[in-house]
């Protein structure tokens, strides 16, 4: 069985990567510490939507991955830390809220509600926000890189969503003089040339 994507990680953020077949990746929120290469992955996270869909995205493309450590300072408004663990703990509402996140914007837009219950399975979230000294971090890293089993199924890459395409209304009438030159078509929004019409 296949355990790490292509080209993982597939999204590009504020993370270093280290070991791909370690057990354990490091969320470090607002707090800038030098990483460890004993994780799969280690970085930065300081939104509590963006940041936390780049996260579920770069680990569900690693089977290998099975703990993730949250710690660092907690980013002040955002409370990214609080809604990775309440993202883990209770998914996400129909409207893509993260449940009882308190964060300033907690909404997941960009990945689906499948991709969101593979990351709640495939991992155990280390609570350790506020953390920030690195001889302790580096421990919780060495006890966990090889602890416990691959996750059973193959990793998953999310693909983001496809842009939607531009559409352009095409006047029917030109119900509203404006000048001379110019009409309006009212229905459509559209204001052009009387002559094209």
């Known amino acids: 069985m296949k355990t790490i994507a292509e080209n993982w990680p597939p999204v590009r953020g504020d993370y270093v990567t280290g070991k791909p077949d370690s057990r354990i990746a490091v969320v470090t929120l607002a707090s800038h510490l030098e990483a460890f290469p004993n994780a799969a992955i280690w970085g930065s996270s300081k939104t509590e939507n963006l940041g936390v869909e780049k996260i579920i995205v770069n680990v569900i493309s690693n089977s290998n991955i099975r703990y993730v450590l949250v710690c660092g300072t907690e980013s002040r408004g955002h409370l990214a830390g609080h809604s990775l ?14 449940v009882g996140s308190q964060g300033a914007i907690p909404f997941i837009e960009n990945i689906s509600r499948e991709a969101v219950d593979r990351f709640q399975r495939q991992v155990t979230l280390l609570d350790r926000i506020g953390l920030n000294d690195p001889e302790e971090i580096r421990k919780i890293v060495e006890d966990y890189r090889d602890k416990g089993e691959v996750y059973p199924e193959e990793p998953v890459v999310v693909c983001a969503p496809k842009k939607r395409q531009a559409s352009f209304a095409v006047p029917s009438s030109g119900d509203v003089i404006i000048s001379e030159e110019l009409v309006m078509d009212s229905m459509a929004g559209i204001i052009c040339l009387a002559e094209s019409l």
Do not use: S, T
């Open 85 to 98: 663990l309440a993202i883990h703990a209770n998914g996400i509402d129909e409207k893509g809220r993260i």
